[in-house]
T-cell receptor, first 110, second 115 residues
């Protein structure tokens, strides 16, 4: 069964304290791995798409990387405004749905 | 702003009623996806339309239906509502017919509360 597992479920950081979020996946025929940010009561905001192992993408304090089995979202020197739930998702081979992980709720304290 | 517009933002209705949620995709996007998000289930795929035709179906209940119109906006119809249907309903759009090689952008959602 196609699965996406994110860890940790919740993460509290102090402002400036760098860390990483993990997304492991088991899907047949990976056609991309997507990272989204979601604020409470809002729609997921697209961050990155990664297509092949070794690929990296950066946006401000965020860097996403991809291996054959997992993806990492690295957060460098986070600020309180980075607090949100970070979701990863994959479209399994032969399917048009996005299978989402349950997310990592990140809280950055000033 | 993702460019995907959903209305209404909030909806409160009674059990047994029927509601319609509306979605306007980003300009030029032909695919529309509907998702349900509840606290215990996370984001669950319901259905996809591409250029007016149903393309993929997820765990959508028989009480729910959707369609995409010639102007590409989409509506999700929920009928015989139950308390358990209370959730956030999101619409997403993408440019292509398949998700491989393209991103999906989400609207701000409709919060449905069934009382």
């Amino acid at each position: 069964e196609d699965q996406v597992t994110q860890s940790p479920e919740a993460l509290r950081l102090q402002e400036g304290e760098s860390s990483s979020l993990n997304c492991s996946y088991t899907v047949s025929g990976l056609r991309g791995l997507f990272w989204y940010r979601q604020d409470p009561g809002k729609g997921p905001e697209f961050l990155f798409t990664l297509y092949s192992a070794g690929e990296e993408k950066e946006k401000e304090r965020l860097k996403a990387t991809l291996t054959k089995k997992e993806s990492f979202l690295h957060i460098t020197a986070p600020k309180p405004e980075d607090s949100a739930t970070y979701l990863c998702a994959v479209p399994p081979g032969g399917s048009e749905k996005l299978v989402f992980g349950k997310g990592t709720k990140l809280t950055v304290n000033p | 702003d993702s460019g995907v517009t959903q209305t209404p933002k909030h909806l409160i209705t009674a059990t047994g009623q029927r509601v319609t949620l509306r979605c306007s995709p980003r300009s030029g996007d032909l695919s529309v996806y509907w998702y349900q998000q509840s606290l215990d289930q996370g984001l669950q795929f319901l259905i996809q339309y591409y250029n007016g035709e149903e393309r993929a179906k997820g765990n959508i209940l028989e009480r729910f239906s959707a369609q995409q119109f010639p102007d590409l906006h989409s509506e999700l119809n929920l009928s015989s509502l139950e308390l358990g249907d209370s959730a956030l309903y999101f619409c997403a759009s993408s440019a292509a017919r398949t998700l491989g090689g393209t991103e999906a952008f989400f609207g701000q959602g409709t919060r449905l509360t069934v009382v």
